[in-house]
């Protein structure tokens, strides 16, 4: 009995000296998910950089793998699987479950880059603050031309826009823009998968005043 508690002290201390970010995992997500997930933070972790935009050193400070983690760290530590209300959702958060955010099959059964699904993680854990009213969004115009680039499903007229250069889209479209541009240890790869990624998110911003801080913070 004694002997068995050391062993799976040692299996528990092992495990945890292994995860890249502290994560507690809901029985329905699969291990395959768990191990892309680590393996995405791990792509994350030793990003670093001399240099970038002022709207990304407002919202997240340097472009650094540590500091990336503490951020997300600080807001999410559940990770679920769920459909999230509805076949366009790729990921969600439910604002009466605190640091927590959920992830649906379009995330798991569509395949996109690695910095696109961190891409998507940074977007929920935005919306896991609770003092900014979740960071809602705001309704694409009913003449929005853009699909969704994970999904594909029309965006027109859906609350799938943002208004502040602080939102979901947005903040996550900046993360993504400046590891496009500074990121000295990324791959030639993460960099251009960034810069379609951030091209695309950054279209959801949609009010005018908005788009002209995105676009001069893009243009640094
Ligand atoms: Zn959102």
Redesign the pocket.
Same mark, same amino acid.
């Given at each position: 009995m004694k002997k068995l508690f050391i062993v799976s002290f040692l299996f528990s201390t092992i495990t945890s000296f292994a995860s890249v970010i502290d994560l507690q995992f809901d029985s329905n997500v699969t291990a395959n998910l768990r191990k892309q997930v680590m393996g995405d933070f791990e792509l994350m972790q030793n990003m670093g950089a001399s240099r970038e935009s002022p709207i990304h050193q407002e919202i997240f400070g340097k472009v650094d793998g540590s500091n990336y983690l503490q951020w997300f760290q600080q807001r999410v530590k559940y990770f679920g699987f769920s459909s999230c209300g509805g076949p366009s959702a790729v990921?969600?958060v439910k604002p009466q479950y605190l640091n927590k955010i959920w992830v649906s099959g379009n995330y798991t059964g569509i395949n996109h880059p690695q910095i696109a699904r961190l891409m998507t993680l940074y977007?929920?854990a935005? /919306?896991t603050e609770k003092d900014k009213d979740n960071?809602p /969004?705001a309704k694409c115009p009913r003449n929005f031309p853009y699909r969704s680039i994970w999904t594909g499903k029309r965006l027109a007229g859906n609350y799938?826009c943002d208004s502040t250069v602080y939102?979901?889209?947005a903040s996550a479209s900046v993360l993504l823009n400046n590891i496009s541009k500074f990121c000295e240890s990324c791959s030639e790869k993460t960099k251009q998968d960034a810069k379609i990624y951030s091209d695309d998110q950054v279209k959801r911003v949609v009010d005018a005043a908005s788009v002209a801080r995105l676009k001069q913070d893009f243009e640094i």
């Open positions: 990921a969600c977007h929920e935005r /919306h960071w /969004h799938a939102g979901s889209y």
